[in-house]
């Protein structure tokens, strides 16, 4: 299996750890990918910069399946997000999506799971190529990437003439509820 053709896994790990999970599969030889974003918060009357997960207690990690086993022994690790004992892949147009959406640099947060909305694909600057679930509210218009398998996504504002409607009607995806631990 050719390094192309792994996919990637959602990793449940326990509460604060995504960081040192992350750095032990790394060492391992395992592709790790645990997306991080910056917020203020006021502390001790100063507003501080913390970073926190994009995804609190989820990692995403490439495997071949023959050494899974080493995985889910790590320190941390809770599961591999899955139906039963069958892991199941993030989808290939949201990991890309989130990826292109992590490395461009533009700002993104934690927002709430939408399934209905126009599909969109953003079609300029350096979130080109992203798709997700665009939304306008209060004037801004802001486009839904969704990680279905973990019932979770994040939200970017953008400029409406950077995007294109996609023809395709939204995938239907199974109930995945379960496998995101609800």
């Known amino acids: 299996m050719s390094l192309i053709d792994m996919k990637w896994y959602a990793l449940q790990v326990q ?16 592709e790790v990918f645990a997306p991080m974003y ?3 918060q006021k502390r001790n009357g100063r507003l501080v910069e913390i970073h926190s997960p994009l995804f609190p207690t989820y990692l995403f990690c490439q495997y071949k399946s023959m050494i899974r ?5 790590s320190p941390g690790v809770v599961r591999i997000v899955g139906f039963g004992n069958t892991p199941i892949p993030i989808d290939d147009v949201e990991m890309n999506s989130l990826q292109t959406l992590y490395n461009s640099g533009v700002r993104a947060q934690p927002w709430q799971f939408i399934e209905d909305g126009a599909r969109v694909r953003i079609v300029t600057g350096a979130l080109k190529d992203v798709e997700g679930i665009f939304v306008q509210s209060k004037g801004a218009k802001r486009v839904i990437v969704n990680i279905t398998l973990l019932y979770r ?6 400029d409406g003439a ?3 409607l996609l023809a395709s009607p939204a995938r239907k995806t199974p109930n995945v509820s379960a496998a995101a631990g609800r």
């Open 69 to 73: 086993h080493r995985m889910v022994d």
């Open 153 to 158: 996504s994040l939200m970017v504002e953008i």
């Open 15 to 30: 509460p604060r750890c995504e960081a040192r999970v992350s750095m032990t599969l790394s060492t391992k030889g395992y």
């Open 38 to 40: 910056s917020r203020r």
């Open 162 to 164: 950077d995007i294109e």
